[in-house]
C-alpha cells in the first residue's frame, strides 16, 4: 500500500509533519467583504482576526470546489498513490466530507476512503498525524482506521466564547437561535455531540465557566485510558491560552498539554477570543 493522507485546511497540524511528502492540504474557502480567502495560502489566522475586525459584513465559509479535490486525488494517482486517506472537519461544520463520499469511487485504481473526524482544528490534526506515524511503521489502513477511530471515540472538546451571534448565524449552533435570548447574562459552554455543537452547560461567569471546563477534562482524563494529550486552543486569545495551560498544567501535573489556534474558517464561526479545551487518546 502507498498511502496519502490528505487533510484540510481547519486541522491544526504539529511543525514535525506539515512538510511530510505523504501529506496534503485542501484549503477551505472562507469569504469576507466579498473578497474569498483560502485558508493557510491567502491568509493566516494572525492577519485574518485584523481584518475580522473591520469587517463590513458576516464572514462565510464554503466548500472548496470539487473539481479542485478531483484534481489532486488524480495528481495523487498519478505519483504512484494507490490509496487516499481523507481526514476532514465534522460533518456537523461543513458537508465536505459527506461531498467526498459521492466522488470517493470517481478516481479508477485508487481507494479513497473519507474519514469524518467529527472535530477540526488540534484534535483532527493528531489523527492525521497518527495517520502517518502508523502508515510509516508499515501498518495496514485497517489497523489505521481502528486507532483513529479510537481518537475519535475518545475526543472531547469545551468552548467557550465570547459572543454566539457567528455560531447562531452561521448555522453551526443547534437550537442557536432559541438560546441566546436568554444568555444576556450567562456564559455558555459549547461542546461538540456527534460532530455537532451544541450547548453543554450555562455558567454565570466567564472565570466559573473555565473553572467548570478544566474540570470537565480532568474527568475525561479519567475515562480514557492512557496516555491522553490536552489541548488549549485560542481565537487570536493568545494570553487566556497560556492562562488555560498553567492552571490545567497544575491540576494536571504530568498531563501532555499542547496549545494552538482556530484558523479563519474556524475563527469566523467562534468569533474572536474563543478558547477551547480539548483531551483525546493517543
Known amino acids: 500500500m502507498k498511502l496519502a493522507v490528505v487533510t484540510d485546511s481547519t486541522a491544526y497540524l504539529p511543525k514535525r509533519i506539515k512538510n511530510h511528502p505523504d501529506l496534503f492540504i485542501i484549503p477551505i474557502p472562507v469569504i469576507l467583504d466579498g473578497k474569498t480567502y483560502n485558508e493557510g495560502i491567502d491568509i493566516e489566522a494572525d492577519e485574518y482576526y485584523g481584518l475580522l475586525k473591520n469587517s463590513k459584513d458576516f464572514p462565510t465559509t464554503s466548500q472548496p470546489a470539487v473539481g479542485e479535490v478531483m484534481a489532486l486525488y488524480e495528481e495523487l494517482k498519478d505519483k504512484g498513490y494507490d490509496t487516499i486517506l481523507s481526514i476532514h472537519l465534522s460533518s456537523g461544520i461543513s458537508g465536505f466530507v459527506n461531498t467526498l463520499h459521492a466522488l470517493k469511487n470517481d478516481v479508477e485504481g485508487v481507494k479513497i476512503v473519507p474519514y469524518d473526524s467529527k472535530i477540526t482544528s488540534m484534535p483532527m490534526g493528531h ?28 475526543t472531547y472538546a469545551y468552548l467557550i466564547v465570547d459572543d454566539l451571534n457567528n455560531l447562531v448565524r452561521g448555522g453551526r449552533l443547534t437550537n442557536g437561535a432559541a438560546l441566546i435570548g436568554g444568555l444576556l447574562k450567562i456564559k455558555p459552554i459549547l461542546t461538540f455531540s456527534e460532530g455537532k455543537i451544541v450547548l453543554f452547560e450555562k455558567i454565570r461567569s466567564s472565570r466559573k465557566a473555565f473553572a467548570r471546563a478544566e474540570k470537565i477534562i480532568g474527568l475525561r482524563r479519567n475515562e480514557i485510558v492512557p496516555p491522553v494529550k490536552l489541548y488549549v486552543i485560542h481565537a487570536n486569545n493568545l494570553e487566556v491560552a497560556k492562562e488555560e495551560k498553567d492552571k490545567l498544567q497544575k491540576q494536571y501535573p504530568h498531563a501532555e498539554i499542547e496549545i494552538g489556534h482556530f484558523g479563519p474558517v474556524i475563527g469566523s464561526h467562534l468569533g474572536e477570543k474563543a478558547i477551547g479545551l480539548a483531551i483525546s487518546a493517543q
Open 127 to 154: 489523527m492525521v498525524e497518527t495517520a502517518l506515524d502508523l502508515n510509516k511503521k508499515g501498518h495496514s489502513l485497517e489497523e489505521i482506521l481502528t486507532h483513529i477511530d479510537r481518537i475519535r471515540e475518545n
